[in-house]
């Protein structure tokens, strides 16, 4: 789960990590009052949506009078952001982030990630902050300064100041840089994050560090732990066909493509994607029924592929073990009768109970075009969809 830069800031903040005096707000009135709080006679207005790449894309202006601040306030309020990290539609901004600008010397960039080929949390920093981690990773590998973590032993200080000093740090900051890059450690462990990103972490002019932005995600199978973790989520920047199906116990991930697929198992979800791919097809997503899925739960399952109206064909891949084929059966026929079904649905149903599943199917007089193989259910759901969109 991904979290607001303000709200990032907050928790780094609450773990003694120096970021910039701010306040939200949701309105421009909100916002050229934030000035009068805070004070000076600068400050910087960011969009506040869960993507990165704001600054390139107008989500992120420095302001030089109140007025200033409310008119780019107003001008952000009710858009959505592309940025380089949004999917195309963007992200709708209906908050904005009123800080005081930080004057900057430097801009370094520091990072916390879990390395899963390593099976370790990853320390990435870099003296060239402001710059996206992807782009420095592919343009200029060298400059990004990696520590791995032991997890029985933690950060320890002398890591830290290892990092200080690649940073080409000062010493009068060494000490000040150890703190902050322990304490933004302590953040992220202490709260199950599986990604902390200070971009840039800033030496100002007058020579501290401060956290000019910060992004956080967390890991949502340690949610349960964290309630004033979940309490940050915002439905407003997620997929809404995800947020439909993970409110309904469902295992699901948003594509690009039309065919729209339900499948059990991750394993299967994959090599069916494949499979669509090789015939030429895209998939409208990535949906896992799961094992013992009664008919219940396959016609949720059912009504959130419909949900997403790019959808033009369905694929339904089953090789069941401990599901049931009739239940499944079940479930698609039931699907039929209470939902309004206006698009082809293939079917190949595998393992338990495949006849008497396939009986339900054929008895039932449905227009359900059946396969008796994934590459046959593959071929089946390309080609439909392709005259589908053709006629
Ligand atoms: P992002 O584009 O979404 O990563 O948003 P950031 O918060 O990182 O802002 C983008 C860039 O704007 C930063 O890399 C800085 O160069 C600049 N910026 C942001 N806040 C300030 C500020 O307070 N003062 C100054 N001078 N520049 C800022
Ligand atoms: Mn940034």
């Known amino acids: 789960m991904d979290i607001h830069e303000y709200q990032a800031k907050e928790i780094l903040a609450r773990f003694d990590v120096p970021v910039p005096r701010g306040g939200l707000a949701y309105s421009p009135e909100q916002a050229s009052y934030r000035c009068t709080e805070i004070g000076g006679s600068a400050w910087v207005v960011k969009a506040q949506v869960h993507a990165g790449g704001r600054g390139a894309a107008g989500g992120v202006k420095i302001c030089y009078s109140d007025h200033e601040v409310q008119d780019v306030a107003n001008s952000m309020f009710g858009r959505r952001l592309v940025t380089k990290q ?16 930080t004057d900057i010397a430097r801009e370094l960039y520091f990072g916390i990630v879990l390395d899963r080929r390593i099976e370790r949390v990853c320390i990435i920093a870099s003296t060239e902050g402001g710059m996206e981690i992807e782009e420095l990773a592919t343009s200029k590998p060298e400059a990004l300064i990696r520590t791995t973590i032991e997890p ?20 009068t900051l060494t000490a000040q840089a150890t703190r902050v890059f322990r304490r933004a450690y302590r953040a992220f462990r202490d709260l199950e994050a599986t990604m902390l990103e200070i971009n840039p972490l800033v030496v100002t002019t007058k020579g501290s560090l401060v956290a000019v932005d910060a992004k956080m995600s967390f890991d949502d199978n340690a949610l349960f732990r964290h309630l004033e973790i979940s309490e940050l989520r915002d439905r407003s920047q997620e997929d809404a066909r995800e947020s439909h199906a993970a409110d309904r116990g469902l295992a699901y991930v948003g594509l690009d493509g039309n065919i729209g697929c339900m499948i059990n198992g991750a394993g299967l979800a994959m090599a069916t994607m494949d499979m669509i791919k090789l015939a030429g097809g895209e ?24 949900h997403d109206k790019n959808v033009e064909t369905m694929l339904i891949n089953i090789f069941a073990g401990i599901n049931r084929c009739d239940w499944v059966a079940q479930g698609i026929i039931d699907a039929f009768k209470q939902l309004e079904v206006k698009i082809p649905v293939v079917v190949r149903l595998a393992g338990t109970h495949v006849e008497e599943g396939q009986a339900m199917l054929r008895d039932s007089g449905l227009p359900i075009i059946t396969a008796d193989s994934l590459a046959d259910a593959a071929q089946k759901a390309v080609a439909v969809v392709g005259s589908v969109s053709a006629g």
């Open 86 to 101: 949004s999917a195309p539609r963007g992200k709708l901004i209906y908050r904005v982030y009123v800080e005081e600008a």
């Open 152 to 171: 029985a032993v933690g950060f320890l200080e002398f890591q830290a100041r290892e990092i200080a000093f690649a940073l080409g740090l000062p010493p």
């Open 283 to 306: 998939p409208a997503n990535f949906l896992d029924i799961g094992g013992g899925a009664s008919p219940e739960r396959v016609l949720k399952a059912f009504r959130a592929v419909l």
